[in-house]
C-alpha cells in the first residue's frame, strides 16, 4: 500500500484511467499485505462482486485496505470478525441518494 500512495501522489491524470480488472485479485492483494493482523484476529473475510468491473486499481486497493484494516482494528476483541464486502454492476436510475446518468453503469 505504501507504494500504492507514493504512487497516487504521483500520478497524471492519464494514468487515473479506469482499468478492467479483477477485484478479487486487488483484494488478495491487501489480504497479503494485512495477513499478520487477519490471522491474529482470526478474521474471516468474504468477498462478492462480479469479476472483472470497470475500476482504478491503486484507488480500488487503498479503499479495501482502510475498510478492512479499520474492520480489524477496531473489532471487538472478544468477537472473531466476519467480514463481508459486497459489490454489484447497477444502473444510474437505480441509486436515488445522488444524481446519475440514468442508463450509465456503475
Do not use: W
Not at 504521483?10 to 483484494?27: A, G, M, N, R, V
Not at 470497470?54 to 467480514?83: A, G, V, W
Amino acid at each position: 500500500i505504501i507504494d500504492d500512495l507514493a504512487m497516487y501522489s504521483h500520478i497524471t491524470s492519464e494514468e487515473k484511467k479506469f482499468q478492467h480488472c479483477d477485484p478479487e485479485q486487488l483484494l488478495e492483494e491487501v489480504k497479503t499485505e494485512l495477513a499478520p493482523l487477519i490471522t491474529e484476529k482470526k478474521a474471516n473475510i468474504h468477498f462478492e462482486c462480479p469479476h472483472k468491473i470497470k475500476l482504478i486499481p491503486h484507488q480500488f486497493k487503498k479503499l479495501m485496505y482502510n475498510l478492512l484494516s479499520n474492520c480489524l482494528k477496531f473489532s471487538e476483541p472478544t468477537r472473531t470478525p466476519d467480514i463481508l464486502i459486497k459489490g454489484r454492476v447497477v444502473k444510474g436510475n437505480e441509486i436515488q441518494e445522488i444524481k446519475l446518468k440514468p442508463t450509465k453503469k456503475y
